[in-house]
């Protein structure tokens, strides 16, 4: 559609107008409670009182050095990349090669087990979070960074099978045919034809997968106990009970842990954007 | 092909054996067998250590129905939902409507409203508790600029539910306008090129036209409102952790308010039972009665 | 290159024997203190105890009072828990005795334990057989600022009986002025009203007939006039706006900040409301006061009972030996005769709350000592679910959304469902 078009009517100077005006209206609605918040960590908690939505009259940019200066920033930062990072990884390892038996080989009982996997998207892990716990317990991996990422990984198979397997199903079976033929093994299909060729898809299930388990907050709160490995949003909440009214403080932290957020956001955003919305239509 | 056919049957069946146990044993593991063991935790009155023993049938249903809480947590999730549909649907779709065309800005709008939505929700509650805050936060200015006293929203039971909606909107209703505009881009535009040669006006065509073909996408946006609410958790816990006086509960903060943080394994599993019974209940119907069409 | 190469090389080694050299035996500590002056103190009494106790680290662990009750059911059931974490005693206790994570401390601590106040040790005993040592005791009264209460014309000292300070609260809202604070978001700074007010009108006789089932329990005339009670104050709503909405570190930091005229506090509050307070000073000891919960008429306690705290330090199950050896040493004589020096808190170890720096504190420590039922808790002495709906259902009483009737029957359902 083109929007010359639209604007050529007569009277439509009054829509264009309030559109326009519409649109504002929401990005103040979206954007002050962000932008309070990052110049809200430039403040001093008596200026936060008085002048919550201006710039601040005197930066006070010691409330975000200390942050970043601090080991606890950097800690949780670490933790969370690792656990997010690891459960990409084995996510796509296992989704993958579960999603290549899906697509390319018929054996018997293979719907059933395909529609045993779908279940997973029914209902989300805090239904059974409990016996979870205990079973977690049970394998003497509570406070282990696996303990968080097994179950993640467990929970973001569904979608991910099911978004894998009909991209490879999209790939030509001839291929895999004429490769069968010339003594090519399925191993050897799937490693050094199926994974490069499925590339963007693999970045959209790893995409929507890692921002998932970086934002995950429920289970590691129930598996894990010691600050060394807290991700950042058990952190952040630890922080906040800590300074429970030094809001000056909080927003810096806040705007320092979601900044990492933004800037994968800013990078890859065509992925996020694509897996987060086609992965959820084709869900 | 009779010929060939068999290398490639070991072949295939050493694939499957090495291909898909992993995946299998981790989802049976983790996802499967815990849902099956709250159903039988949940016949147990048991705060988790050791084993199971204490036997007390179907008390715990009773229990999790007679308490008052979790009547208030169910309503609460259908409110939720209410909200999704008539507030953030139509704001979602007029949105999309808007920026589904190129014009300057439109693609960094589009990025503005998403951001939200990939924000994680423990500090989208926080932010939001700062905006909330008597007394350094947003409103608080506000009221303070007009000489009024502001209302603690989080702090009363009559208003913390509305306080806890209108940052569910904020979140949430960048990836519904996603998932619009990308309806909205694939779409023929040959039809309405046509309608508007035709003279329709653009109401007409908007009405008759875009959203009839957009309807498999209002009905997609309108079932993860659905799932979205039943597994509301990490958004309440830093605004209200479900007060006060248990008022802003969802069913997910209410398992693990008084399941989890009790360690009442028995009560808990009993409400994971009866969340996992909904869920799979609305979405075997949901997929039966509205989307049969696709 | 290769130097480079070298050079890392040793990086690591070495980094490898820091990591084993440091400690033989590291001991985790888990408390849940904010006030930074405390903490610096504890700080310095670890780095005494690994001074003397080479081979042996002490890591401190934080967290916040409400973070670490929610996270405890689940923390103690991991292999890697702290060895040494901080307890209330009562009902939650002997739920983590039966739960077996707790470690039997009795031989380690028995002579010694002869020199901590009996009572506070009586609590942290299971069936006889000892698990942690107890480090303070409390008392739950109301601190007032005396600026305010002169502002208002009410004579703290004065206010005696339940009909005194509902008067002192209508005074306050004539005057203007915020009459007490809460930390309601946390509720169990409310539930010290109801269980305050059912001390007072059944006293141990009450509290021990509930127990066992008897008077109706928890659902009995003594309960339910205890939320009457607690319904009359609410109506005047005495609390400061939102105040369902504050922490209790927030409620503390506003008394200090002179933001209300009460606060029905646990003593240690003295010192926490000047960390606390925006100001980091808070309210001077010429500007603090304290009376005791008033009496009501025809309650069947006595005046002198007291509704407070015995806390102290568990020895988790698997800790190493000398877990048990550090909180002896944290609850030595001269670590208790400094703390006390220092006002934090009112000590168990016997004669050392003759160092108690001010007269606030020592007058709480008489209370508690001529009180002849100390009652704790009831969030920690009833278990953990059960002290959970307590609190749910005082914080419901307060928020208007429960009638006395129906929190009492809460209650008692709890109780009765029991676990």
Redesign the interface.
Same mark, same amino acid.
Not at chain 1, 119 to 124: R, V
Not at chain 2, 11 to 16: I, P, W
Not at chain 2, 135 to 138: A, D, H, K, R
Not at chain 3, 77 to 82: A, L, T
């Given at each position: 559609?083109?929007?010359e078009q639209?604007f050529s009517e007569t009277g439509l100077d009054w829509a264009a107008f309030l559109?326009a005006l519409?649109?504002l209206g929401?990005?103040l609605?979206?954007?002050? $409670? !962000?932008v309070?918040?990052v110049l &809200?960590g430039f403040k001093s908690?008596g200026e936060?009182?008085t002048?919550?939505?201006g710039l601040p009259q005197v930066w006070e940019w010691k409330n975000y050095a200390d942050i970043v200066l601090s080991r606890r920033y950097w800690q949780l930062l670490q933790n969370s990349l690792i656990i997010s990072s690891l459960t990409v990884i084995l996510t796509l390892?296992?989704?993958s090669?579960?999603a290549?038996?899906f697509a390319h080989?018929s054996?018997f009982g293979r719907n059933m087990?395909l529609n045993?996997?779908t279940? &997973?998207?029914?209902? $989300?892990a805090?239904?059974?979070?409990? $016996? !979870?716990?205990?079973?977690v317990?049970d394998l &003497?991996l509570?406070?282990h960074y696996l303990g968080v990422i097994?179950?993640q990984?467990?929970?973001s !198979?569904?979608m991910s099978?099911l978004l894998l397997r009909r991209f490879f199903k999209e790939l030509p079976e001839e291929l895999l045919e004429a490769a069968?033929?010339d &003594?090519c093994? #399925?191993?050897n299909f799937?490693r050094y034809v199926t994974l490069p060729l499925s590339r963007p898809i693999l970045a959209t299930v790893g995409t929507i997968t890692f921002?998932h388990s970086?934002?995950a #907050?429920?289970v590691p709160l129930?598996?894990l106990?010691?600050?060394s490995q807290y991700p950042? $949003?058990m952190g952040?909440?630890?922080y906040?009970?800590?300074f429970?009214?030094e809001?000056h403080l909080?927003?810096a932290f806040?705007t320092l842990?979601?900044l990492p957020?933004?800037i994968l956001?800013l990078f890859a955003?065509k992925h996020?954007?694509a897996g987060?919305?086609?992965g959820?239509?084709k869900g | 092909m009779l010929t +060939?056919r068999k290398?490639?049957d070991a072949?295939? *069946? +050493?694939?499957?054996l090495?291909?898909?146990p992993?995946?299998?044993l981790? /989802?049976t593991?983790?996802?499967?067998?815990?849902?099956g063991?709250?159903a039988w935790?949940s016949g147990f009155n048991w705060n988790?250590f050791g084993t199971p023993k204490n036997w007390i049938g179907w008390d715990n249903y009773r229990f999790v129905f007679d308490n008052k809480a979790f009547g208030t947590a169910f309503k609460n999730n259908l409110l939720i939902i209410v909200v999704s549909l008539l507030v953030q649907l139509p704001?979602a779709l +007029?949105?999309a409507l808007?920026l589904?065309?190129?014009?300057k800005g439109a693609v960094m709008?589009r990025?503005?409203? /998403?951001?939200?939505?990939? *924000? @994680?929700?423990? @500090?989208t509650g *926080?932010? =939001?508790s700062?905006?909330y805050?008597g007394? =350094?936060?947003?409103l608080?200015?506000i009221y303070r600029h007009f000489d009024a006293q502001a209302p603690h929203l989080l702090a009363s039971p009559d208003t913390s539910m509305l306080a806890i909606l209108l940052v569910i909107v904020?979140k949430y209703f960048? =990836?519904h306008m996603? *998932?619009f505009i @990308?309806a909205l881009q694939g779409m023929d535009?040959n039809l309405?090129e046509a309608a508007r040669v035709d003279g329709a006006s653009?109401w007409q065509i908007l009405r008759h036209i875009i959203i009839p073909l957009l309807r498999p996408?209002i009905k997609?946006s309108v079932f993860?409102a659905i799932?979205g609410s039943?597994?509301l958790?990490?958004l309440i816990?830093?605004l209200t952790r479900g007060g006060p006086a248990d008022s802003s509960h969802t069913m997910?903060s209410f398992?693990?308010n008084f399941?989890?943080m009790r360690m009442r394994?028995g009560f808990? +599993?009993a409400v994971?039972?009866i969340? /996992?019974v909904i869920?799979?209940t609305f979405?075997f119907s949901y997929k039966r009665w509205f989307m049969r069409d696709e | 290159m290769t130097v480079f190469r070298r050079l890392l090389s040793s990086a690591v080694g070495l980094a490898c024997l820091a990591g084993t050299a440091w400690a033989d035996t590291t001991l985790?500590w888990l408390h849940i203190e904010?006030n930074p002056n405390q903490v610096k103190i504890w700080e310095e009494v670890a780095r005494d105890f690994e001074a003397k106790n080479p081979g042996v680290k002490i890591e401190m662990?934080?967290?916040?009072n409400?973070?670490y009750k929610a996270?405890a059911p689940?923390?103690l059931?991991?292999?890697?828990?702290?060895h040494i974490i901080y307890s209330w005693a009562g009902g939650v206790l002997k739920a983590q005795v039966e739960a077996g994570v707790l470690e039997d401390i009795t031989a380690q601590v028995t002579p010694y334990k002869d020199q901590l106040s009996a009572a506070a040790v009586k609590a942290f005993t299971v069936d006889g057989k000892i698990y942690g040592l107890p480090h303070t005791v409390s008392q739950v009264g109301f601190m007032y600022n005396k600026e305010l209460f002169a502002k208002a014309g009410v004579d703290g000292a004065k206010v005696t009986t339940w009909d005194d300070l509902l008067d002192a609260v209508k005074k306050f809202k004539a005057a203007n002025v915020t009459p007490i604070v809460v930390g309601g978001a946390d509720k169990w700074p409310l539930h010290f009203y109801w269980t305050h007010l059912a001390v007072r009108l059944g006293g141990k006789a009450g509290f021990d007939a509930a127990l066992k089932g008897e008077n109706g329990g928890f659902e009995g005339d003594v309960f339910q006039k205890s939320g009457e009670h607690f319904k009359q104050l609410v109506d005047l709503q005495p609390f400061q706006q939102g105040f369902l909405g504050y922490?209790n570190?927030?409620a503390v930091?506003a008394f200090g900040d002179g933001k209300g005229a009460m606060i029905l506090a646990i003593s240690s509050f003295y010192h926490t409301q000047r960390a606390?307070a925006?100001d980091k000073a808070g309210l001077s000891d010429d500007k603090i006061g304290w009376f005791n919960f008033p009496t009501v008429a025809g309650g069947k306690g006595e005046a002198s009972d007291t509704l407070g705290g015995v806390n102290g330090w568990l020895v988790t199950k698997g800790a190493p030996k000398e877990a048990a050896e550090f909180v002896k040493f944290f609850i030595s004589d001269a670590v208790q005769k400094r703390l006390a020096q220092g006002n934090f808190l009112i000590p168990t170890f016997k004669g050392a709350e003759a160092g108690l720096g001010s007269p606030f504190m020592r007058n709480i420590a008489q209370n508690i000592a001529g009180s002849k039922y100390h009652q704790n808790f009831y969030d920690q002495d009833l278990g953990p679910s059960v002290g959970r709906v307590v609190n749910d259902a005082t914080a419901e009483l307060a928020g208007g959304t429960m009638t006395p009737k129906q929190a009492a029957k809460a209650i008692q359902d709890a109780f009765k469902q029991g676990n």
């Open positions: 559609m083109n929007s639209d559109k519409y649109l929401v990005v609605f979206v954007a002050t $409670p !962000l309070a918040t &809200g908690l936060l009182r002048n919550p939505f390892i296992t989704a090669m579960a290549f038996v080989i054996f087990l045993y996997i279940m &997973g998207l029914l209902f $989300p805090a239904t059974a979070i409990l $016996p !979870l716990f205990i079973k317990r &003497g509570l406070d097994l179950p990984v467990a929970f !198979l569904a099978i069968l033929v &003594g093994s #399925y191993l799937f921002v970086w934002n #907050y429920l129930v598996m106990n010691s600050d950042w $949003p952040i909440m630890i906040q009970g800590e429970s009214a809001w909080i927003l806040i842990t979601l957020t933004i956001f955003q996020i954007v987060l919305t086609s959820a239509v | +060939s290398p490639y072949g295939k *069946l +050493s694939a499957v090495l291909f898909l992993p995946a299998l981790l /989802f593991v983790f996802v499967v067998m815990p849902i063991e709250a935790y988790g704001l +007029s949105l808007i589904a065309r190129a014009f709008l990025m503005l409203f /998403f951001m939200p939505y990939i *924000l @994680a929700e423990i @500090a *926080l932010i =939001f700062f905006v805050d007394e =350094f936060g947003l608080a200015a904020w960048g =990836f996603m *998932l @990308a535009k309405v653009r996408t997609l993860f799932i039943l597994q958790f990490d816990m830093p997910v398992l693990y399941g989890v394994v808990g +599993s994971g039972v969340l /996992f869920c799979v979405a | 985790k904010v662990q934080f967290l916040e409400e973070a996270k689940t923390l059931q991991s292999k890697d828990r702290p922490k570190p927030q930091g606390l925006a």
